[in-house]
């Protein structure tokens, strides 16, 4: 989730456009709409995108660590038991927010930090260790968002050591190409910065699934303006959901001047609200029908300051909206501000847990 999301809820009201400026660049990269395309013919020996969005399955995003500027700064360090405990509770994946950005040179070669890699490294594999699936990300790449023309080659040559890195990976690791376009990153170049990039993981990963998100803050309404090479069949559409905002930001202070006027606002599982859930998700089934492509609902939580009971409906409200249509899913997030688990007493929300896997070992104990 992006630190400052009032952005996201003006986006719900506005709409932007933008210019495309080209600009040369070292990466080689194909502007067709099917780079390198991955045909079903050459799919014997791997599952596809659907076949590995199933795997992602009921997923929880290991937020506030890596995304921040170093690990830490926003109070959360991942450690090894929250794995366990999270493989334990009955997820199935993880997914990974990391700013490379953060950690990769200025100028030529762009070299990505070797000790930053090995602790990237590590947290993959104690997932994988544990039968979890992982989507590994690019995440808070602010100057991209502000200055993206300046900052394409330097995005796509993170990627393309990303890929090179990884490329011998199990097919449970899945590329997230970048969290949340925004600001000045519109829909117009970030459809083709998307195609660039996915063309630049080609080279090494001919075969891995790589999930693509939405311009405007990873929103389902941007959907319909999202441009996937047609022939590469082994994408996922990802998207996000904190409908409606005022309920899931209250009091989120990052999120805009006015969210301590929100505290108080409810979700009710009124006839209205499940109606609202469903309309948004039912067109997000329809372009994924459209289009054949499989979704991950990427994001959605409600931040703590909201109401207990609220929180668990809108919560196993949105998990089911999702699991109805078909969509993998991962929850915001483990354990800071919307978090599933309270790190200082070491023990589940289990409201929470309840509404996100009802059947979990955990909720017994």
Request: glycine share 6%; charged share 20%; net charge negative.
């Amino acid at each position: 989730m992006y630190r400052i999301k009032f952005t996201l809820f003006l986006a719900t009201i506005f709409s932007t456009t933008g210019i495309f400026i080209t600009c040369s660049s070292s990466i080689p990269v194909n502007t067709d709409n099917d780079p390198n395309p991955v045909e079903a013919a050459d799919q014997d020996n791997f599952r596809d995108a659907f076949e590995i969005n199933r795997t992602l399955g009921k997923g929880v995003n290991l937020g506030n660590a890596l995304e921040a500027p170093s690990e830490g700064d926003w109070g959360m360090v991942i450690e090894e038991h929250f794995i366990d405990l999270i493989q334990k509770a009955g997820f199935q994946s993880v997914r990974i927010p990391v700013r490379w950005n953060a950690h990769a040179g200025n100028s030529q070669p762009y070299t990505i930090n070797v000790a930053f890699f090995d602790r990237v490294d590590e947290i993959i594999q104690w997932s994988l260790d544990r039968g979890l699936a992982v989507m590994l990300n690019i995440h808070h790449y602010n100057e991209l968002m502000q200055q993206p023309q300046q900052h394409r080659e330097r995005f796509l040559k993170i990627w393309d050591q990303i890929a090179t890195h990884y490329k011998d990976y199990p097919e449970q690791l899945v590329f997230e190409i970048l969290n949340e376009p925004h600001d000045n990153l519109t829909h117009i170049l970030w459809n083709t910065y998307l195609k660039e990039a996915i063309n630049v993981v080609r080279q090494t990963n001919t075969r891995r699934v790589i999930a693509i998100g939405t311009a405007n803050w990873g929103g389902f309404g941007t959907l319909q303006q999202l441009e996937l090479p047609m022939h590469d069949r082994q994408l996922i559409a990802t998207v996000h959901y904190y409908n409606p905002f005022q309920f899931t930001h209250q009091g989120a202070s990052w999120a805009g001047p006015d969210t301590d006027n929100w505290l108080g606002t409810t979700w009710d599982g009124t006839p209205e609200e499940f109606n609202e859930v469903n309309r948004d998700f039912d067109s997000v089934s329809a372009w994924a029908q459209t289009n054949n492509r499989p979704v991950h609902l990427g994001e959605f939580g409600a931040f703590s300051t909201a109401d207990e009971d609220s929180r668990q409906r809108w919560t196993a409200a949105i998990r089911e909206a999702a699991e109805n249509r078909g969509f993998s899913w991962a929850y915001w997030e483990f354990g800071a501000g919307f978090g599933i688990y309270d790190r200082n007493a070491n023990q589940w929300h289990k409201h929470l847990l309840e509404a996100l896997i009802p059947e979990s070992p955990e909720l017994g104990k």
